[in-house]
């Protein structure tokens, strides 16, 4: 696959400054930039409060300028030429606001159809056409004054801010001078970095519908799925399907004009491939094609093979780290090959560093766009997610099951949820901001979902992890420690087989453990290990083995395999030595796992695409010891052997009334847990009728 870097927006104007070099501003030209992205602007740092600085007659000649942007105060390279170097931030006050204007000329402007604004910011700013607010970006709801601080953190502004007026706000666009006021904010008070800068273009008559982002899939269920995409200006929404390409014979239209199209598809068939394509009304955008697909959901309880790819902390594009995101994705790729991928987990922190909208289109639609179209992927809430502020993107982009829609206990909330594919149930928690208390909202209704669940595998998932010496410490950190003691023991007496999280920027995978919710010191292998080894089959040997409680609720405290995942985009490092890993490692990767009935399989790929780590959990039903090698002892002892299932719990108990249930007593339990082991009765002598069994608790 070839990855296409998107022209940047410096880029775009330069192509378009050529194109109008010599003809003058011409009206009949479909798109013409207004202003550019290194226009002067007239500035002031002072506190405006009360004044209507932003009204198109306002006197601003007493403000510093007109001067050339990028306006800053930064010492790093800038996506655009760096002009004007501002002041400080004035003492004497809780200030933490620059104030910009500028004017700008439009002929013809009831004509045009779209303005488009390209701006690099750092950090927050609210814009303001001719006295009216147009947009805000990295800034809450509300009034803001001089003191409002920015909610998200630019540490350098290198990507580019884009937005679009069409519609009803183009009415304020006035023939000829048009003003523009914007006032950038910093993220602290103890900030002192700024960059501003801003091109408008206009595109004239009725601008075309363009696919700006998707398709996606989102919430599949047996007989539904939700597909998403967002075009560059109001349209309708249509979306053709069948089960083939020659029979694209359905279709589901909404003719209401908008951006953001979500469109449901349902009365699909469990269990089948679909094929379709995204549009207008009278226009197809995308699909038709082998590369326009999905899957419905089989029937929870179908003992169906399920492939699910696993990705942490993947959207380090904002960092400046695609190139680690794209060597993942090609991994997995080069190792999925053409098999179906049947759910794609996300563990949170999935654009960097905010969680903007922006960062998600660079970090996410950008990069997994085979991923996306094809597979419904089902993301978890990281702490980058929070730092843009509310209204958090994150949830304006997913579609997530609040109210049980594919399986589960309705949850209310898109902050947490679960959902059934075939024999797997998934739940996905908020460690983030959700209430994380014993009693809280989240608590209590992972219980009722737990209680009701019948499926045959369990896998939870979310972004802090419980166990982890990586980037971060689960010992120390709050989200971590209260993620473990209290939601692990109401996952593990759900019968939970499989934990997967992120936040630490490495890969570390525990053994087969139960019941260690303190710090790491306290792990005790004697209780708490379940199963030693580590969990890699040989010849029918090795694999992690637990009850099978198909068709009923999970069997509890049975054991639990924990993942950290979290370097699929980046790595940090830390100690990596928490003693309920198997293993810890300091590498870029994906997990990868594979249900097949009543086993899982499970590995953790390299960016380079070799396997360096890997398990398997096998489902079994019940095996009932034997007793073997009975024999009396020369002076009346009775001994025999046990051979049993490995790593399972046999007590030997014996009863001289066998009739009677309350007569039989324990004598001895297995311990290691191992697959035989031997028992000696010095007492037989005594009792002339002695009865001996084997049981499993």
Request: proline share 6%; hydrophobic share 35%; glycine share 10%.
């Amino acid at each position: 696959m070839t990855h296409k870097t998107p022209r940047s927006p410096v880029g775009l104007i330069a192509v378009c400054s050529l194109i109008l070099a010599g003809t003058g501003l011409s009206t009949t030209a479909q798109s013409v930039i207004l202003t550019g992205i290194t226009a002067p602007w007239r500035y002031n740092t002072n506190n405006l409060d009360g004044v209507e600085w932003t009204d198109p007659g306002y006197d601003d000649s007493a403000w510093s300028g007109p001067s050339n942007a990028l306006l800053y105060i930064e010492s790093q390279v800038l996506p655009a030429p760096k002009n004007t170097a501002l002041p400080p931030k004035p003492a004497g006050g809780p200030w933490n606001t620059y104030y910009f204007r500028s004017t700008f000329s439009v002929p013809n402007a009831g004509s045009v159809g779209l303005l488009t604004f390209t701006n690099l910011i750092d950090d927050g700013v609210v814009f303001y056409l001719n006295g009216v607010e147009v947009q805000r970006i990295g800034m809450s709801a509300g009034v803001v004054n001089n003191g409002t601080l920015s909610s998200r953190v630019v540490d350098n502004a290198t990507s580019y801010d884009v937005f679009t007026l069409s519609g009803d706000v183009l009415t304020n666009l006035v023939e000829g001078d048009n003003v523009l006021a914007a006032e950038v904010h910093q993220q602290a008070s103890t900030s002192t970095d700024i960059v501003f800068g801003c091109a408008v273009s206009a595109y004239y008559g009725e601008p075309p519908v363009a696919l700006t982002r998707g398709p996606y899939l989102q919430l599949s269920t047996p007989d539904s799925v939700v597909i998403r995409w967002r075009t560059s200006v109001p349209a309708g929404s249509r979306v053709i399907y069948g089960t083939n390409l020659a029979s694209l014979v359905h279709t589901n239209l909404d003719t209401a004009g908008v951006t953001e199209h979500e469109v449901v598809l349902s009365n699909l068939l469990p269990d089948t491939r679909y094929v379709y394509a995204i549009g207008t009304a009278a226009t197809n955008l995308a699909g038709a094609d082998s590369q326009h697909f999905f899957w419905t959901h089989p029937l929870p309880g179908t003992p169906k093979s399920i492939r699910v790819w696993v990705i942490g902390d993947a959207g380090t594009a904002g960092y400046g780290l695609l190139a680690n995101q794209i060597a993942v994705r090609n991994a997995f790729e080069a190792y999925h090959g053409t098999n179906t991928l049947h759910a794609w987990l996300q563990l949170g922190d999935n654009a960097y560093p905010n969680g903007t909208d922006l960062e998600y289109q660079a970090a996410v639609f950008n990069v997994y766009t085979n991923q996306l179209r094809t597979s419904v992927t089902w993301p978890a809430l990281g702490n980058h997610e929070t730092y843009g502020g509310a209204p958090y993107p994150y949830f304006a982009l997913f579609t997530l099951p609040a109210g049980g829609e594919a399986g589960g206990v309705p949850s209310g909330t898109e902050h947490y949820y679960s959902f059934d594919l075939g024999m797997v149930h998934f739940i996905c928690l908020d460690s983030m901001i959700a209430d994380r208390a014993t009693n809280g909202a989240m608590a209590t209704w992972l219980r009722s979902d737990l209680e009701v669940n019948t499926q045959r595998w369990t896998v939870a998932f979310w972004h802090h992890p419980p166990y982890t010496k990586g980037s971060h410490n689960s010992d120390t950190e709050s989200e971590l420690v209260q993620m473990r003691q209290n939601f692990l023991p109401i996952l593990e007496a759900g019968g939970v087989d499989l934990v997967l999280t992120g936040h630490s920027h490495s890969y570390e995978r525990s053994y087969l453990i139960d019941g260690h919710y303190g710090l790491s010191t306290t792990f005790n292998t004697n209780t708490m290990l379940v199963q030693p080894g580590t969990g890699r089959e040989t010849n029918g040997v090795g694999a992690y083995l637990k009850p099978d409680g198909l068709g009923e609720t999970p069997v509890g405290h049975r054991g639990a395999v924990y993942a950290v995942a979290g370097s699929s985009g980046q790595i940090s490092g830390g100690l990596l030595n928490h003693p309920v890993m198997v293993t810890s490692q300091n590498v870029l990767g994906s997990m990868v796992l594979d249900f097949q009935s009543n086993r899982l399989d499970a590995v953790f790929l390299r960016e380079t695409g070799v396997v360096t780590d890997w398990f398997s959990l096998i489902k079994e039903g019940t095996h009932p010891p034997v007793l073997t090698n009975a024999a009396v002892t020369p002076v009346g002892d009775f001994q025999f052997s046990v051979l049993c299932r490995a790593y399972r719990t046999n007590v030997i108990e014996a009863s001289d009334t066998p009739d009677m249930p309350s007569s039989w007593t324990g004598l001895a339990t297995n311990v290691p847990l191992g697959s035989t082991f031997e028992y000696v009765d010095a007492s037989v002598l005594a009792n002339p009728r002695r009865c001996y069994r084997v049981r499993q608790p």
